[in-house]
């Protein structure tokens, strides 16, 4: 299975940059796609930023101009560049990754976010 690893949270004020990343271990071979989702408290868990094998990202309407996801094959690695941080970013942010047909998802443990205003 893949194993999935985050790091890079912590506290910034509003405006700042933090840039998460997400190493991949395992059975890392065959994955499709990767990609981080975000989860605040009382608020629903949703998909902030993917990336596909080919390249493709995508992003919520929410951080969409403001976040940059990117990743580095040779290291296993999925990163999330997050600039111009809002109080409302605060959240848990998990890594994901798909591998195989159907897409079996693997979930990192998470990394806290907070930004303070």
């Known amino acids: 299975q893949v194993q999935l690893a985050e790091s890079g949270g912590g506290s910034v004020q509003a405006g700042g940059s933090l840039r998460l990343s997400c190493v991949a271990s395992?059975?890392?071979?065959?994955?499709?796609?990767m990609g981080w989702y975000r989860q605040a408290p009382g608020k629903q868990r949703e998909l902030v930023a993917g990336i596909t094998s080919s390249g493709s990202t995508m992003y919520a309407d929410s951080v969409k101009g403001r976040f940059t996801i990117s990743i580095d094959n040779a290291k296993n690695t999925v990163y999330l560049q997050m600039n111009s941080l809002k109080p409302e970013d605060t959240a848990v942010y998990y890594c994901t990754a798909q591998r195989g047909d159907p897409p079996l998802d693997a979930w990192g443990q998470g990394t806290l976010v907070t930004v303070s205003s």
């Open positions: 395992g059975s890392i071979f065959g994955i499709g796609a």
